[in-house]
Structures are given as C-alpha cells and as structure tokens.
C-alpha cells in the first residue's frame, strides 16, 4: 500500500470565462489553457504566473495538443478549425477545417506521424504532420465524438461517442475492430494504460475495459456527476479522475481503491465550480475549470512499511 501527500502549489487567475482545456509546455515549466476567452494562455509554473496570450482564435477553444519535438501546439475550436501554431515564433504554420461542427478531441498517432480530430458530427478526420494534407476521412458513429485514446505501441486507436459507446479501429486503415456501449450516457474521457483502457461518463461510472474487445473488467462509480478526464501518472502507480462534482480524486492504478478526495469539503482550496481539464506535469497535478482557475497540485506517494 501506499500513502499520498497533496499540496496546492499555485492558483492561477486571469481567464475571464470558464477553461475547458489544459496542456503541458515544450518543458515542465509552462502550460497552455484554453476556453471560452477566445485565446490561448501560457503559464509560467516556476513562478506561478500568467507567461502570455499564445494566439488569439475566433472562437471558443475545446481542444489542446503539443507537437513537442515540432514546436507546435495544435488548437481545435467550435468553429471547427485546427490551427498549428509555432509556439516560439507565435506563429500560425497551418489551419484546416472539419466540415461541420466544434472539434472536441486531437490526438496524435505518433508511429504514422498523423493527427487525428473528431466533431460534433460523429466523423474522425486524419492530417499528416509532415504536409498538413487530409489523409482520411472516415464516419465513427451518428453522435457526437468527444474522446480519441491512441492505444501505446499498438495500431489501434479507441473513440468515445454520445451514445456512451467505445469503438476500437485499427490505425493502418480505419478499419472498425469491435463497438461496445459501456455507459448509459455520453463517453466523456478515455485513457489508455499498458493493460487496460479506461472509460468515464456522464452516467459518473469509471470503467476499466479489456484493450482487445473492450470487455468490461471492472466498475466503479467514482463521482456524483460527469467524468471528464481520467489521467494515468506517467511513473507511478496511480490514476486522477476530474469531474463536474468539483472533486478530484486519485486511485491506485491496479485495483482502483480510493487513495485521497480532493474537494473543498475535504478541506483543500479546490474548485469551486466544475473541473473540466486536468494534465499530469511530472509529478504535479494542474487542473482548470467552470470557475476561470488553474490549480497546480503537488503529489507526491510515498510507500508504507
């Protein structure tokens, strides 16, 4: 068993309306939001401040993705646009367009060098990184998409739909592999590990389904209200679940026992509307929401003797 220490590093204000996304900088010191403010911000995590405004962009900004080795920070809006923007040069290198409706999720299929968007209308649009050309165009479901999981070191790739269904493709041709609905509302999160993938919804369950036919493996009901991000740390042994109950709360990764709730009615200095957005920078936890925050949280696990 473990124990786990939770401390909020920084509160970071300056967004005028709620955030719906975070991501990592180029290094560990930064991080980029976005939401309804029309812009994209940079933070300084070092000393806890607003760095500067990116980019601005002509509508509400629901997706984030960093081109770490190219400079780029790939943006999706409502409008349906996907900006590459160099992040030194604050520079706009290329803009496409989905044909209807926001883009909710941008994934990177790193093998193929490929970028990977999906929309309100239920279709994945496929980019090469190299020339920004469209690939593919192929429809995943009659709802709306609003998770893309790329499944490590394997050719496959999962989507969540509003339906509530997972569907699992094979990356070499967008070849439909397995559906299966795992929730009664929308799949609203998605995260791949080495031996399963896990599901969120706004039905509030977290389930862990088998990666090769998205077979149910384990069930829980983590929060009162939608999940919207479950993150694996990328080192240690636990998983992060965000939600619009307010709450985070971290669960060790192999048997999913709650390890510690961080809400305001445990006593943390937590959010106070929805958590919308949540990333892992090393071992700090940076979470961002309904009530214009960024929270960056201290996390460290220690092993009991």
């Not at 309306?17 to 980029?32: E, K, L, R, Y």
């Not at 900004?61 to 790939?74: M, N, S």
Request: glycine share 6%; net charge neutral; proline share 3%.
């Amino acid at each position: 068993m473990h124990t786990i220490d939770i401390s909020l590093s920084n509160t970071l204000s300056g967004h005028q309306n709620p955030i719906f996304v975070v991501s990592p900088g180029i290094d560990s010191t930064t991080i980029f939001t976005g939401g309804n403010d029309k812009g994209v911000v940079e933070w300084d995590l070092v000393n806890g401040k607003f760095k500067r405004i990116l980019c601005a962009v002509p509508a509400s900004v629901y997706a984030l993705h960093l081109l770490k080795e190219e400079g780029i920070l790939v943006i999706g809006l409502r409008n349906g646009e996907v900006w590459f923007v160099d992040i030194e040069k604050q520079a706009l290198v290329a803009k496409t367009q989905t044909e209807k409706g926001a883009v909710f999720a941008i994934k990177v299929l790193t093998e193929k060098r490929e970028l990977i968007a999906t929309g309100e209308e239920g279709i994945a649009y496929v980019w090469s990184l190299d020339t920004y050309a469209l690939l593919y165009r192929f429809h995943v479901a009659d709802a709306t998409v609003r998770v893309i999981e790329p499944y490590p070191q394997v050719n496959q790739v999962a989507f969540g739909d509003k339906n509530g269904f997972v569907h699992l493709y094979d990356t070499t041709d967008f070849r439909e592999i397995t559906k299966q609905q795992i929730h009664s509302l929308p799949v609203t999160a998605l995260a791949a590990t080495d031996t399963s993938l896990l599901s969120g919804g706004r039905d509030a369950k977290l389930v862990r389904l088998a990666k090769k036919d998205l077979s149910v493996l384990q069930s829980i009901t983590p929060h009162m209200f939608t999940v919207y991000g479950i993150l694996p740390h990328p080192t240690l042994p636990i998983v992060a679940s965000i939600s619009r109950d307010k709450s985070i709360k971290i669960w060790d990764s192999l048997s999913l026992s709650l390890l510690r709730n961080i809400s305001i009615e445990r006593g943390y200095d937590a959010h106070r509307l929805s958590i919308n957005t949540a990333t892992w920078v090393d071992n700090q936890l940076v979470t961002a929401g309904d009530d214009k925050l960024v929270k960056v949280w201290n996390v460290s696990l220690q092993e009991m003797v």
